[in-house]
């Protein structure tokens, strides 16, 4: 069976969620493009989370860090990092 790396999938994904986030907040025809695609936004960036979750996750299944962070804190750093910046993007947005 394969190994999977949780760590470096979820810093993966929490990143793109956030990129996601932003482009389908800012550029309506994306957000068309995923809704058009897969029903509604928000599955479509489940569904592309959940493959570079998967393909990171495998690919760097024998990875065990990166520099002077450790695979759990890099993931948790990323997760929180992650809706940091979705959550003080929304702020923003909000007082536009």
Do not use: C
Not at 47 to 75: H, M, Q, W
């Amino acid at each position: 069976m394969a190994k999977l790396n949780f760590y470096f999938g979820a810093a993966a994904s929490a990143w793109l969620l956030v990129i996601l986030i932003v482009i389908a907040e800012l550029v309506e025809p994306f957000k068309t493009l995923l809704k058009t695609t897969f029903w509604h936004h928000w599955i479509g960036k489940a569904v592309i989370i959940t493959f570079v979750f998967l393909v990171v996750g495998f690919l760097l299944r024998n990875k065990a860090s990166i520099g002077n962070f450790s695979d759990d804190k890099l993931a948790w750093y990323s997760v929180l990092g992650s809706l940091i910046v979705i959550f003080l993007f929304f702020i923003m947005e909000f007082f536009k």
